[in-house]
């Protein structure tokens, strides 16, 4: 079988075709190969959530998929977010409630949010915490982002 | 983490999948990958090549027969059971499933790679030995289906040899159903887990004190019964940081009594 393979993926409206091998992780073909570096790499291990991605509009942690199974699909990374300048409802609450500190598990939590608020736009308290389940974040004792994902949606 | 040099092949059919996966006996099936690419960044395994069944839609999909017998396509993912409507005539398996991980690893990890991994720790081995579910295993030389008694046979070992594949799981109808687990952190990983059907007989399976679930007849749902079993199966569990084997064969019986208590609610 083949170790290496050319592969097409769609990444926040851009289409990119690269040569791969097929060891090489989603999250690294992201971030080194596409330069794509706001998403980010904590536990490497499937922990942590750093590295959430959406891919065929399904949250996944790209450090558990290869970049090869992601061929011909559509992926939204935290830089597809934000239309230029002007963030989104959901950045702005996390702007707003002090969500972060030093930042680093903010893409993956945005993009679960995201991910929450679009099949669930009034989520309850409940679902909120359970949508953040697989997202780690050590500064800040998750009450700010619960807010801040509570205050973005229409609940 | 950079893994090994590996070979890659994403057949669009079971058949085709079965003839990599014999024609290379390196060559391992890559089902939601959320325990096999991780073992392999640690390279406590590391296959030739991986066979990924993402895009065979044989192995995907819920039926719901009239006579309230379940299918089960071996790729269909914790999500996908959690969401069905078909898969509520069992509802138990939504529910269970709604506890694995977290939303990302649901939405990738399938209910043949729970299985097939048969991590002792596994939520699914012990809840489908109870429900009685048959599972159908493919190579080559055509399909068998076997119990579960028959398809768990060590820790990380299953029935299914190389080049097979486990295609689907096969539930029978059934509503009196219970699990309980208790787990590193909520919803993590089980300590210890008990899985009860109350549909005929008394079935119980006992997760995490044993290589293989540990499928136990009590005389009645009864607690005293229940008890009694537990203790009749002078169970050996492992030791390990998180729980002695005197206090995981003391969960299995306190969660055993609760997931009989469980499945007589439903």
Redesign the interface.
Same mark, same amino acid.
């Given at each position: 079988m083949e170790t290496a393979q050319s592969i097409s993926v769609t990444i926040n409206g851009t289409t990119y075709e690269r040569g791969v091998e097929a060891r090489k992780l989603l999250i690294h073909f992201v971030r080194d190969d596409l330069d794509l570096t706001g998403s980010h790499i904590g536990c490497d291990t499937g922990n942590c959530g750093a590295c959430s991605l959406i891919v065929d509009g399904v949250l996944v942690k790209s450090c558990m998929m290869l970049a090869v199974q992601a061929d011909g699909s559509t992926i939204e990374t935290v830089e597809g977010l934000a239309e230029g300048d002007e963030l989104t409802t959901l950045q702005q609450a996390f702007s707003d409630h002090h969500a972060l500190q030093c930042g680093y598990c903010t893409p993956g939590m945005l993009m679960s949010a995201t991910a929450l608020l679009r099949a669930n736009p009034s989520p309850s308290d409940d679902e909120i915490k359970k949508a953040l389940q697989g997202n780690i974040c050590r500064c800040t004792g998750y009450w700010n982002i619960f807010e801040a994902v509570k205050a973005a949606s229409d609940a | 983490?950079?893994?090994?040099?590996?070979?890659?092949?994403?057949p669009g059919s079971l058949g085709e999948a079965i003839e990599?996966l014999a024609a290379?006996d390196g060559?391992r099936a890559?089902a939601g990958?959320?325990t096999l690419?991780?073992v392999m960044?640690a390279r406590a395994g590391s296959p030739d $090549?991986? @066979?990924?069944l993402?895009r065979i839609d044989e192995l995907k999909g819920i039926e719901l027969a009239a006579d309230g017998t379940l299918e089960i396509g071996a790729m269909t993912t914790y999500t996908e059971l959690v969401e069905s409507s078909e898969a509520r005539a069992r509802r138990i398996l939504g529910e269970v499933c709604a506890q694995i $991980?977290? @939303?990302?690893?649901r939405?990738?990890g399938t209910i043949g790679g729970n299985l097939c991994t048969n991590d002792p720790t596994n939520h699914l081995p012990p809840l489908i030995a109870a429900l009685g579910a048959k599972l159908t295993i493919q190579g080559r030389d055509g399909a068998r289906t076997i119990p579960a008694s028959e398809f768990f046979l060590g820790v990380y070992l299953t029935a299914v040899g190389p080049g097979e594949l486990l295609t689907k799981i096969t539930l029978p109808a059934g509503r009196n159903d219970g699990f309980a687990a208790v787990t590193l952190g909520?919803?993590g990983t089980c300590l210890a887990s008990a899985a009860a059907s109350l549909n005929g007989s008394v079935t119980v399976a006992l997760g995490c004190v044993d290589a293989v679930p540990v499928v136990l007849q009590p005389a009645s749902a009864g607690e005293d019964e229940v008890r009694a079993a537990v203790r009749g199966a002078n169970l050996d569990p492992p030791s390990d940081v998180h729980a002695s084997a005197a206090y995981r064969a003391h969960l299995a019986e306190v969660l055993a009594v609760r997931a009989v208590k469980q499945a007589q609610g439903g």
């Open positions: - | 983490m950079l893994l090994r040099e590996v070979g890659y092949a994403r990599l290379d060559a890559l990958g959320q690419i991780n960044k $090549a991986l @066979v990924d993402n $991980a977290d @939303v990302q690893v939405n990738r909520l919803e």
